[in-house]
């Protein structure tokens, strides 16, 4: 068996809408530092997401030199929001209350024009602490505004084996994990309870199960009905259907490609 490696790192600035993939990335106490710091939420504050809008899988995120924010869409003029720190309101993700930083009006109308629905954007604020759930994480364990931990770690093997049973392959960013790891056997990371990347190690806290997002192609925001169709042929589980691990870490460090991956239980 090859030596198990870290072979893509990506980050997600604003949750749910495109991400990137990076050589090195720092982690911070919530995870890569500028994943899911920012947010769309409706009207009442409730998070929104693929599930409900395809079409966010259409606009890109960066964050440039000076850590601005920049959003880009197809026949929309490229768009900084500008964060008014003064003005805060509740948000919730999934069951969660979180405070959120609104942005000026000119953002939440250019999302909403593009998403065609009433919206608005939110920054997590740097004083704020949302505790990962305490039934998978210890006291001290903080998130942004992931769906609930700091990374999503999936195998390139689990990958393979899956597109193995597909008439079309899928590539990895649809299923939108932090970490991608090579050298070892399909799903072997379900076995993994605590693991070290280069400097930092990591807990795996559950699997991760699947929702509709992996069927939107992100590419056109097409909804379809793989990979969950098949993904339910064979990785359901008491009426889920699980791929990849979500995982906490232990130290705040810098990751790079090509890092060595060692499972330590």
Known sequence: MAEKRLTALYRYPVKSLRGQGFAQLAVGPRGFVGDRQWMVVDAEGRFLSQRQQARMSLVDVEIDGDGELWLHA?????LSPRVNGAERRRVTVWSDDVVGERVDPATDAWLSAFLDTSCQLVRFPDDIVRPVDPAFAA?????????????????????????????????MIRFRPNLVVSG???????????????????????????????????ATGERGREPLATLMTYRRRDNKVYFGQNLVHDHQAVLEQGMAVEVLA
């Not at 390139?156 to 392959?169: G, I």
């Not at 799903?187 to 806290?205: H, K, M, N, Q």
């Open 74 to 78: 197809e026949g929309m003029a490229p």
């Open 139 to 171: 006291a001290q364990d903080q998130v942004g505004f992931a769906d609930g931990f700091p990374f999503l770690l999936i195998s390139e093997a689990s990958l393979t084996d899956l597109n193995a049973r597909l008439q079309q392959p899928v590539d």
């Open 184 to 218: 070892c056997e399909p799903f072997e990371e379900d076995s993994w309870r605590r693991i070290r990347i280069g400097p930092i190690e990591f807990r795996v806290a559950k699997p991760c199960s699947r929702c509709i997002i992996p069927t939107i192609d992100p």
